[in-house]
């Protein structure tokens, strides 16, 4: 039986509750589907921070090293400075294994209505492709002078040809296995005159590989308008890591809730683990009161049994998760009334009930 190794990191907020939530779902459905986990829990984040000073251990990556996958929940505490969570385990993760592909998908599942009146799932069903190494947040600047009048403060976006060319090269390949073969690269390129006008530069060379792909250009303002009066207008769409990071949570909002929405950070050479996780953040307002939606865990999930080639269990997931979503057993970000723990026993039947191949 194939055995994939997977790194478990719940850490902060309801990450706890949606990765239980996943992995029992994903037991459910292994020794159904052929495979098994062999699943590895980390206890990083906030609670080690405060009992040791640190997020993870000095060698952390190097105790992921090995994992075929890692599995995250959220970081973020209400005591603990954003930047110190978010640097000190998840941008940790993600920039020393180089996932420089973040993937996230977005569209409106069955059973769930946009806020956009009229908008259906033929209407909306993106691709969106974030920039996940450098950009704005490339680690790059300082603070000196601090405490006195004139403290400064820099804060230094990177745009690299070789970063650009290969989330660009990523984001034609994507955009061409979709039906609509189509590509929008945002940019703020009148604005930021420098590395933006790169990015535009580089997309028009990648393109000419890419002929079976059509695509255009729109600036990341003008592109929060687009996707709200024009969603039908887009398909696959690839930005910066801070522009693509704000459009995601619009997205998300625009196809029902942020809590149903996945994210894959893909190192596509796999020469590292690649790290999955729900965008939907820590949460803390709901976090304990067994509401927090379990369905952008397990989308994420879906994404992760792609990575690791289990496609027939993926496609069984995500059609149960579908499945309970249009039954109207929905937690209340999505206007319903059930609990995690009801959605994710509902996703369990379903996938034991699944028809999987042999």
């Known amino acids: 039986m194939r055995t994939h190794r997977i790194a478990a990191i719940p850490a902060d907020g309801?990450?706890?509750?949606?990765?239980?939530a996943g992995?029992?779902?994903?037991?459910?459905?292994?020794?159904?589907?052929?495979?098994?986990?062999?699943?590895?829990?980390?206890?990083?984040?906030?609670?080690?921070?405060?009992?040791?000073?640190?997020m993870m251990p000095?060698?952390?990556?190097?105790?992921?090293?090995?994992?075929?996958?890692?599995?995250?929940?959220?970081?973020?505490?209400?005591?603990?400075?954003?930047?110190?969570?978010?640097w000190g385990l998840?941008?940790?993760?993600?920039?020393?294994?180089?996932?420089?592909?973040?993937?996230?998908?977005?569209?409106?599942?069955?059973?769930?209505?946009?806020?956009?009146?009229?908008?259906?799932?033929?209407?909306?069903?993106?691709?969106?492709?974030?920039?996940?190494?450098?950009?704005?947040?490339?680690g790059q600047g300082g603070r000196s002078h601090r405490g006195l009048p004139e403290e400064v403060a820099t804060e230094v976006a990177i745009f690299t040809r070789a970063g650009i060319a290969r989330i660009m090269r990523y984001a034609f390949a994507e955009a061409a296995r979709r039906p609509r073969r189509h590509l929008t690269v945002v940019t703020k390129s009148n604005a930021q005159r420098y590395g933006l006008v790169l990015w535009d530069e580089i997309a028009a060379e990648v393109a000419d590989a890419f002929p079976s792909v059509t695509w255009d250009k729109e600036l990341v303002d003008a592109m929060t308008v687009r996707m709200v009066r024009r969603p039908a207008s887009l398909d696959t769409v690839v930005a910066?890591?801070?522009?693509?990071?704000?459009?995601?949570?619009?997205?998300?909002?625009?196809?029902?809730?942020?809590?149903?929405?996945?994210?894959?950070?893909?190192?596509?050479?796999?020469?590292?683990?690649?790290?999955?996780?729900?965008?939907?953040?820590a949460a803390f307002d709901i976090t304990g009161k067994g509401i927090a939606n379990p369905v952008g865990a397990l989308w994420t999930a879906t994404l992760m049994l792609e990575?690791?080639?289990?496609?027939?269990?993926?496609?069984?997931?995500?059609?149960?998760?579908?499945?309970v979503c249009a039954a109207g057993i929905t937690t209340p970000d999505l206007g319903g009334r059930a609990t995690t723990r009801e959605v994710t026993r509902a996703v369990v039947a379903a996938v034991r009930g699944a028809n999987l191949p042999d």
């Open 14 to 20: 309801i990450g706890p509750e949606v990765i239980d």
């Open 23 to 54: 992995l029992e779902v994903l037991d459910a459905l292994a020794g159904r589907a052929g495979f098994a986990l062999d699943v590895t829990r980390y206890d990083w984040g906030s609670a080690r921070y405060r009992r040791l000073g640190t």
């Open 58 to 86: 000095q060698d952390g990556l190097a105790q992921l090293r090995s994992a075929d996958a890692i599995y995250f929940g959220a970081v973020g505490a209400p005591d603990i400075a954003d930047h110190i969570t978010l």
């Open 90 to 138: 998840r941008l940790a993760i993600a920039q020393g294994f180089d996932q420089y592909a973040n993937v996230r998908p977005t569209r409106i599942l069955p059973g769930i209505t946009s806020p956009l009146s009229g908008v259906t799932a033929a209407d909306l069903d993106w691709l969106i492709l974030r920039e996940n190494s450098e950009g704005e947040y490339a």
């Open 240 to 281: 910066t890591n801070l522009h693509a990071d704000i459009l995601t949570d619009l997205a998300a909002a625009l196809a029902g809730s942020i809590g149903i929405a996945p994210t894959a950070n893909i190192d596509p050479e796999r020469r590292f683990p690649s790290m999955f996780e729900p965008i939907h953040g």
């Open 307 to 323: 990575h690791l080639g289990e496609a027939a269990a993926a496609a069984a997931l995500m059609a149960a998760v579908e499945q």
